[in-house]
């Protein structure tokens, strides 16, 4: 019996190597490696490589200001960017599950911008937000109203960004609440609505309360995602203007690539590596009170 | 007991991956006896390669100890992160194409390999010092130009004469080609077609560039050698005002954001480096290229440079020394003329590279180009260029917006530089 059980164990931890291995090798030692290299004075240029203590995280804390504003600008951008892809996302999900004519067009037109490549998405934003004579703007002036230059403006640019980056990646979100909301047992909302209950009530003390796990699922899909947004910010701001999108994924590969700094650049990897993981972690802290059913 | 064993065995595996990333680079491998030579560029161009594929070949035939040499285009946005990820990683290449702006850092932090020995056996008193400057160290050569560019003015000639205003080169002929008048031909052109009249180097690409072809023609630096902020000296913010002016008051300028483009058509004029005429090879309007427009400096030049470097982590130091010395020999520099503007005296005087560009008439490669390289003073280069970028940007954002301050907001830049440049 033993014997059996031993084997069986053997085959199982076979399987699980080559997924294991990979993440051995490419996820957990480059975040070992990161926490090392962040106690080094690196340069990649130079090749350089002195062990130098605390002395970038002083420095990161005491000397680097531009640290705190990329701080601060990732902190707006997830606060932008995760209520409207959570609201938006599951809105078109309740919109596409109804069957209406051209139903399938509009589930289409929603996914698509999924599967286009990152780069054009941001280079065409570029083009329809580019001054006064972008689509957008020139839209607005039909209308009689004059718009910012979007990515110009300091006050408008990360929204900008942020709308974008909604848009592009709305349709995934969408097909994983569409397949929750598909899940719902009817049952249940007919028990409801015999009880009395109206749309309003069936909606909001119905069927988001039993969509609450996917709802925190796609809310922590967003929001880790929304830590490591790097291709908008290259390719419609880099950084700018006067550093107003300058997020902190950015500020690292401007550390690690630009100036070559690849220990500075590490010890601010180790901040962003701290903050996805208490933000993961209070949302599961939260999960266990926002589930009001579970099988 | 089994999962003991596992969990010891992921602890080794752990502590094995850490110890292969921390691992230092600097451990010398055997010396080969055939060596294989990887070199970087940033064109991906077949014309250019199939050239320096031949001058590969030649110089295996002449060195049997030489086995292969691999050409690598890395796009030109991604190029100093890719060679040097690919250096730190144990790998890097041999020799390689290097810009200016790269140039500086590159030389101080003792990652180039001195060329001099390897030149002299090829005629080094050829080279002419101006351009050469840049990439010496005392009698040490890091670097050889192999394209040393100069910024000119491309103008779209039917829309100046849709316009009703002299072009570029008749105002050159007259002598009347300065800024000044320039602005009021923009203007003109402005008014009378709707379109912009000029696109300046990128605000988003290249933005320290931005300011220095009109700074060039009023006398002003970004900065000295000497290590002196020269951007808000009173010429600097003269030739500023006057840019920001025809950007914002007289609107002629393509301004930031705008993505509208001079070799689409729908841009006058546009300063650029000679090596863009390609692109103009299948348009269907008739175009020229003058000098940059003068001021109360003079003809201002303003050239860009692209040098041949060896780097010092290559496998074989000698023989990549040695290869870059035979590619810029004064055969291959001939052949090399046809595309790229040329560091030798007896090339830059050569019938190839006066009438050997298929996009450029001899006559004006005699009357523009060569002038233009020998009064050329290199862009600003400077070792911590990309500090100096970074520091730089919400000054410069704030500067090309209208009805911004020109004069302070040039002080508050000199401010911030100045403990950099001094450094």
Avoid: C
């Avoid at chain 1, 970038?56 to 209520?83: C, E, S």
């Avoid at chain 2, 060329?115 to 010092?129: E, G, T």
């Amino acid at each position: 019996m033993n014997k059996i059980l031993r084997n069986e164990a053997r085959a199982g931890y076979l399987f699980v190597a080559p997924q294991l291995v990979g993440y051995l090798i490419f996820v957990l030692g480059p975040i070992i490696a990161v926490f090392v290299f962040s106690f080094h004075d690196r340069n990649l240029l130079t090749g350089a490589n002195i062990f130098v203590g605390l002395a970038n995280y002083r420095r990161m804390l005491q000397l680097d200001p531009l640290f705190y504003k990329t701080i601060w600008n990732t902190l707006v951008f997830t606060a932008g960017l995760v209520p409207l892809g959570v609201v938006l996302a599951l809105v078109l999900a309740l919109v596409s599950y109804e069957r209406f004519r051209g139903v399938q067009v509009f589930r289409t037109i929603i996914f698509a911008p999924v599967v286009t490549s990152a780069v054009a998405w941001a280079i065409v934003w570029r083009f329809l937000l580019q001054g006064q004579q972008g689509a957008i703007n020139q839209m607005l002036a039909v209308v009689g109203i004059s718009g910012p230059d979007w990515l110009r403006d300091p006050s408008t640019a990360m929204l900008s960004v942020i709308v974008s980056r909604v848009v592009k990646n709305a349709g995934l979100n969408v097909v994983i609440f569409l397949a929750a909301i598909s899940n719902l047992p009817e049952e249940i909302f007919e028990a409801a609505r015999i009880d009395g209950a109206n749309d309003r009530q069936l909606f909001f003390r119905v069927k988001v309360p039993m969509l609450m796990p996917t709802i925190l699922m796609v809310t922590i899909l967003v929001t880790i995602g929304s830590l490591k947004v790097f291709d908008h910010i290259m390719l419609m701001t880099q950084g700018g203007p006067e550093h107003s999108t300058m997020v902190l994924v950015y500020y690292i590969y401007h550390q690690g690539f630009r100036f070559f700094n690849t220990g500075y650049a590490s010890t601010l990897a180790v901040v962003l590596f701290i903050i996805s993981l208490l933000l993961a972690l209070t949302q599961w802290s939260v999960r266990k009170r926002v589930y009001h059913f579970e099988e | 007991m089994n999962f003991r064993k596992m969990a010891a065995g992921l602890v080794v595996l752990m502590l094995l991956t850490t110890w292969a990333f921390a691992a230092g680079s600097s451990e010398p491998r055997a010396e080969a006896q055939a060596a294989d030579l990887t070199f970087t560029l940033w064109s991906g161009n077949e014309a250019h390669l199939t050239l320096f594929r031949s001058i590969a070949d030649a110089y295996m035939a002449q060195d049997p100890n030489v086995r292969s040499v691999t050409y690598q285009t890395i796009p030109h946005g991604s190029y100093l992160e890719r060679i040097t990820l690919q250096a730190s990683g144990r790998n890097a290449p041999d020799a390689g194409w290097l810009f200016e702006r790269a140039g500086t850092a590159f030389m101080d932090a003792g990652v180039l390999l001195d060329l001099r020995s390897a030149l002299n056996r090829h005629d080094f008193d050829d080279f002419a010092p101006a351009i050469l400057s840049l990439w010496q160290r005392g009698d040490a050569v890091y670097g050889v130009p192999f394209s040393t560019s100069p910024m000119v003015i491309f103008y779209n000639a039917d829309m100046f004469s849709e316009a009703g205003v002299p072009t570029p080169t008749e105002l050159q002929a007259r002598g009347e080609w300065t800024w000044e008048r320039f602005r009021e031909v923009a203007r003109t052109i402005r008014e009378r077609t709707g379109k912009f009249a000029y696109r300046g180097p990128a605000f988003d690409e290249t933005p320290i560039r931005v300011m220095v072809p009109t700074m060039a023609a009023y006398g002003a630096q970004v900065w000295d050698d000497a290590g002196n902020v020269t951007v808000n000296s009173p010429e600097a913010i003269r030739a500023i005002q006057l840019y920001h002016d025809m950007l914002f008051r007289d609107q002629s300028v393509v301004p930031p954001g705008n993505l509208s483009d001079f070799f689409a058509g729908d841009v006058a004029s546009t300063a650029t480096f000679i090596s863009f005429a390609a692109q103009l090879a299948n348009v269907d309007w008739e175009w020229g290229i003058a000098k940059l427009p003068a001021g109360p400096a003079g003809q201002p030049g303003v050239i860009g440079q692209s040098s041949i470097v060896a780097f010092s982590r290559s496998d074989n130091p000698e023989v990549a020394a040695d290869f870059v010395a035979f590619m810029t020999n004064r055969e291959n520099m001939t052949r090399l003329a046809q595309f790229f503007p040329p560091s030798r005296n007896s090339v830059l005087e050569s019938d190839t590279f006066i009438n050997g560009n298929p996009h450029i008439s001899g006559a004006l490669m005699a009357s523009v180009i060569v002038p233009s390289m020998q009064a050329g003073q290199v862009l600003p280069v400077h070792e911590q260029y990309a500090n100096l970028l970074l520091t730089a940007q919400p000054f410069l954002d704030r500067l090309w917006r209208p009805g911004a301050d020109v004069r302070a907001v040039l002080n508050e830049l000199a401010d911030a530089w100045r403990p950099i440049v001094a450094n």
